[in-house]
């Protein structure tokens, strides 16, 4: 029984039904948003006009189809793919190879006879011919007036190396699943950071106390003033606030440290700091007035906290200025600026 299931697992029918079935999975995954809030799929999936006729969001939270790569059935379907892989390695892979570094010298003519091609040679130039067979790149062996050759053996390996590399992605994608984690936060210039905000998690997941800080952050350009890279210098620090590692990242170059990956995903501004005529430094929150859009952000500076009045700030552009507006829209000029 043991053996028939063995088997059965090995076939290359059930490993091709079984990697559909993850492909479809992941097609869904792909298509539906994952890891949103649940007012994200009341909206894009009502249950008043279920998209498809049959998708709405109570069927998508009760399938696990907004966490499709953390669900328990598509672990058990890469469970059973690998057994799979492995079991077709084992039970069919290695044996053919073996049975294709035996040499099979054959001792009778019947023998030859029973092969789907034979030819029987008429020249007595036995040398010749094996000088042949080893320009054709075959592997010769020889035992007195008898000789085996094969070639190609290198092709019989190649479907084990695939099979363990498409099972170390599995693993890879299990433990990923299972104890990864993605966090995102914005950070300003010089202040530390925790992980904290986390958006996903595995089940098995451990978030460490990871404490870090932004040292500096700046932009390059083209010669046509476009954006060519963003960078971000990054510390780690110890519990005492000594630097143990460091760092700069660009998009695409991300930290590595104990195993977490610092990528920079986005940029933003947060806020303007003036001085007054007592040199005191005063700070004013920046909004981005088209969050889907490009990037415009302005804020409001009263000229008295009882009034109404005051001006607006508006920056469109990273090249050291705003422009002034007052209280009705009317331009009233442009001012340079220092970016910390």
């Known amino acids: 029984m043991k053996q028939k299931i063995f088997?059965?697992?090995?076939?290359?029918?059930?490993?091709?039904?079984?990697?559909?079935?993850?492909?479809?999975?992941?097609?869904?995954?792909?298509?539906?948003?994952?890891?949103?809030?649940?007012?994200?799929?009341?909206?894009?999936?009502?249950?008043?006009?279920?998209?498809?006729?049959?998708?709405?969001?109570?069927?998508?939270?009760?399938?696990?189809?907004?966490?499709?790569?953390?669900?328990?059935?598509?672990?058990?379907?890469?469970?059973?793919?690998?057994?799979?892989?492995?079991?077709?390695?084992?039970?069919?892979?290695?044996?053919s190879l073996k049975v294709a570094r035996r040499c099979q010298f054959f001792r009778t003519n019947n023998t030859f006879y029973k092969l789907n091609n034979?030819?029987?040679?008429?020249?007595?130039s036995f040398s010749k011919i094996l000088a042949c067979i080893k320009m054709e790149q075959y592997s010769i062996f020889q035992q007195k007036n008898l000789v085996y050759s094969y070639k190609g053996?290198?092709?019989?390996?190649?479907?084990?190396?695939?099979?363990?590399?498409?099972?170390?992605?599995?693993?890879?994608?299990?433990?990923?699943?299972?104890?990864?984690?993605n966090s995102q936060e914005t950070v300003p210039k010089t202040e530390n950071f925790h992980i904290q905000n986390v958006l996903t998690n595995g089940k098995l997941t451990i978030i460490p106390q990871t404490v870090g800080r932004v040292n500096d952050f700046w932009i390059t350009y083209t010669k046509t003033k476009t954006i060519s890279q963003f960078y971000s210098d990054i510390s780690i620090l110890n519990s005492k606030g000594n630097e143990i590692d460091r760092k700069t990242i660009s998009v695409n170059y991300p930290f590595i440290h104990d195993g977490?990956?610092?990528?920079?995903?986005?940029?933003?501004?947060?806020?303007?700091?003036?001085?007054?005529?007592?040199?005191?430094?005063?700070?004013?929150?920046?909004?981005?007035?088209?969050?889907?859009q490009e990037k415009i952000w302005l804020t409001w500076i009263s000229n008295n906290q009882f009034t109404q009045n005051g001006i607006i700030l508006l920056i469109?552009?990273?090249?050291?200025?705003?422009?002034?507006?007052?209280?009705?829209?009317?331009?009233?000029?442009?001012?340079?600026?220092?970016?910390?």
């Not at 034979?118 to 007595?124: A, G, K, M, R």
């Not at 099979?163 to 890879?172: D, E, K, P």
């Not at 610092?262 to 969050?291: C, H, S």
């Open 260 to 292: 977490i990956y610092y990528y920079q995903t986005d940029w933003n501004l947060i806020g303007l700091r003036f001085k007054n005529v007592n040199n005191q430094t005063i700070e004013y929150p920046l909004i981005n007035a088209f969050p889907n």
């Open 118 to 124: 034979y030819t029987i040679l008429t020249t007595s």
């Open 153 to 181: 053996l290198i092709g019989r390996i190649a479907p084990i190396i695939v099979h363990f590399s498409m099972i170390l992605v599995l693993v890879g994608t299990v433990v990923g699943s299972l104890f990864g984690f």
């Open 7 to 95: 088997r059965l697992f090995a076939d290359l029918k059930f490993a091709i039904f079984t990697l559909l079935l993850i492909s479809s999975c992941s097609i869904i995954g792909t298509v539906i948003e994952q890891d949103q809030p649940i007012e994200v799929y009341k909206t894009n999936y009502p249950l008043s006009s279920p998209v498809f006729g049959f998708l709405s969001w109570d069927r998508i939270i009760f399938f696990g189809f907004d966490h499709v790569y953390k669900t328990w059935w598509f672990l058990l379907l890469i469970f059973l793919f690998g057994c799979s892989l492995l079991l077709c390695s084992f039970l069919q892979q290695l044996p």
């Open 316 to 340: 469109d552009n990273l090249e050291g200025y705003c422009s002034i507006y007052n209280e009705t829209g009317e331009f009233l000029g442009n001012m340079d600026l220092v970016w910390k």
